[in-house]
């Protein structure tokens, strides 16, 4: 059966340093993966799409990597501070109908 | 900056009652979703709207929940009878168009079954 995974323990880490999360999915062939940002109570944010031929993609201090052979994305934030501390949530599409599934997301707290 | 609307933000109901939900896309997206997260997982899909028809209601029990776009424009979602398995964040979502566009979430409504 399709599965993503992505750790469902906290990440807890020190500010300034780089926070990498990591999404992998089985039994998929995603076209594109996108990384959202999901604050206590609130909808998700969009931070990045990358498609299944592009191996890397940056934002400011967030950069994305997707390895098909692997069937794995890591999601990096550089520089990290308290305010990135949220739940991230990794989500497969495929060419048909932008239909989008869901990891269960991992929570990131950035000590100061 | 234009934002996805949903109503009401919560919802307390007991259980075997009707609950509806409300939402308005950002103007000009095509496409609407309605996702139901428990708290501690994803999102998962209900039902995906391509202006007022139905792309994909596969997920969606369609013994007690319905949903309509008549308009092509704002949508509802109804749960009726609510159980209290129904007790979740609905969240509404739209998108410029189909596949490989990003994706606007509302702030949701958090339903509570009693």
């Known amino acids: 059966s399709q599965k993503i995974e992505q750790n469902s323990e906290a990440l807890n880490i020190q500010e300034g340093k780089t926070a990498t999360l990591t999404c992998n999915y089985t039994?998929?062939?995603?076209?594109?993966l996108q990384w959202y940002r999901q604050d206590p109570g609130r909808g998700p944010v969009f931070l990045l799409l990358?498609?299944?031929?592009?191996k890397e993609k940056r934002k400011e201090r967030l950069k994305v990597t997707f390895d098909t052979t692997l069937k794995q994305s890591l999601f990096h934030i550089t520089a990290s501070q308290p305010a990135d501390s949220a739940t991230y949530l990794c989500?497969?599409?495929?060419?048909?109908?932008?239909?989008?599934?869901f990891g269960g997301g991992t929570r990131l707290m950035v000590k100061p | 900056e234009a934002e996805v609307a949903q109503s009401p933000r919560y919802k307390i109901t007991e259980k075997s009652q009707a609950v509806a939900f409300w939402c308005d896309p950002i103007?000009?997206?095509?496409?609407l979703y309605w996702y139901r997260q428990i708290l501690g997982q994803g999102p998962e899909l209900l039902v995906q709207?391509?202006?007022?028809?139905?792309?994909?209601d596969s997920q969606l029990p369609k013994d007690r929940f319905s949903a309509e776009r008549l308009k092509g424009v704002d949508s509802t979602l109804k749960i009726q009878p609510a159980e209290l398995g129904d007790s979740a964040m609905y969240l509404c979502?739209?998108?410029?168009?189909?596949?490989?566009?990003?994706?606007?979430f509302g702030p949701g409504t958090r339903l509570t079954v009693t």
């Open positions: 709207f391509q202006d007022e028809s139905v792309v994909d």
């Open positions: 990358i498609r299944e031929n592009e």
């Open positions: 989500a497969l599409g495929g060419n048909a109908g932008n239909m989008l599934t």
């Open positions: 039994n998929y062939s995603p076209a594109y």
């Open positions: 103007s000009g997206h095509a496409t």
């Open positions: 979502a739209s998108s410029l168009w189909t596949a490989g566009y990003e994706q606007y």
